[in-house]
C-alpha cells in the first residue's frame, strides 16, 4: 500500500508541514517567550543610567521553560519515544518473518525481509544519532531549570549546542553510506549540480532503483 498511499503530492505537503512547524517552534523565543522582560526586571532596582546591555549567551537569552517544558517535552521527548516504539515493532514484526520457515519462491519473501531488516537499521541508527546529539543539551537544561544553584561548566553547553548542530550533518553520511538509493542519488546530485557534468549511468541506475 506504500506506493498508493505515499504520493509525491502528500508527501510534499508532509515536508512542508515539517519544516512550518519547526519553523515556527524554533521562532517562538523571538515572538517574546525569552528573558528580555527578566532582564530588564533586574537592571530597574539598580537605577542605572546606562544603555541596557544583553550578554549574548545561551543560557541568557533562552527561557528555560521554553526550552524544557515547550521544546523539549512537547516537541523532542514524545516524538523519540514515538518513534522508538515504533521501530521496536518493526524490528518485532520482520524478525518474525525471518523466523518463519519460509519455502523459496519467485519472491524470496527472506531476501525481502532481510533487505527490510536492513533499511529498519538504518533509519534506527539516524534515531539513535538524533538522541545522542540532542539529549544532551536537553539535561543540561533540565539542570539548570529544576537545580538553579548546580552549576554547569561553560563548555559542557558548549559541547552539547555543537553535537545538536552537527546532527544535521550526520543524516546525510549515514544515508548514504547505508541505503544505496540514497548514495546513487547523492552522487547523481553531486556529479550534475556540482561537478556540472551529467552521469548518465548515474542517471538510469537512479531511474532503475526509484521503479
Avoid at 515572538?31 to 544583553?54: A, C, D, Y
Avoid at 515493532?89 to 525481509?113: C, G, M
Amino acid at each position: 500500500r506504500y506506493k498508493t498511499m505515499v504520493t509525491p503530492r502528500r508527501a510534499a505537503v508532509a515536508i512542508a508541514c515539517c519544516w512550518i512547524v519547526s519553523f515556527l517552534v524554533g521562532l517562538t523565543p523571538m515572538f517574546g517567550w525569552n528573558n528580555l522582560s527578566k532582564m530588564r526586571r533586574t537592571q530597574e532596582p539598580n537605577g542605572s543610567h546606562t544603555p541596557f546591555v544583553i550578554k549574548c549567551q545561551f543560557e541568557t537569552v533562552i527561557s528555560m521553560e521554553y526550552m524544557v517544558y515547550f521544546n523539549f517535552f512537547v516537541w523532542v521527548l514524545p516524538p523519540l519515544l514515538l518513534m522508538l516504539l515504533i521501530y521496536l515493532e518493526v524490528f518485532n514484526l520482520i524478525r518474525k518473518q525471518l523466523n518463519k520457515k519460509v519455502s523459496s519462491s519467485a519472491n524470496d519473501p527472506q531476501k525481502y525481509y532481510g533487505k527490510e531488516l536492513k533499511i529498519a537499521k538504518s533509519l534506527a541508527l539516524v534515531l539513535f544519532l538524533f538522541a545522542l546529539s540532542w539529549l544532551p543539551l536537553h539535561v543540561l537544561n533540565c539542570i539548570t531549570l529544576f537545580c538553579p544553584s548546580c552549576q554547569t561548566p561553560h563548555i559542557l553547553t558548549s559541547i552539547a549546542i555543537f553535537l545538536t548542530h552537527g546532527n544535521s550533518a550526520m543524516n546525510p553520511i549515514v544515508y548514504a553510506f547505508r541505503i544505496k538509493k540514497f548514495r546513487t542519488a547523492f552522487l547523481q546530485i553531486w556529479n550534475q549540480y556540482f561537478c556540472c557534468k551529467t552521469n548518465k549511468s548515474g542517471a538510469a541506475a537512479a531511474a532503475q532503483a526509484g521503479n
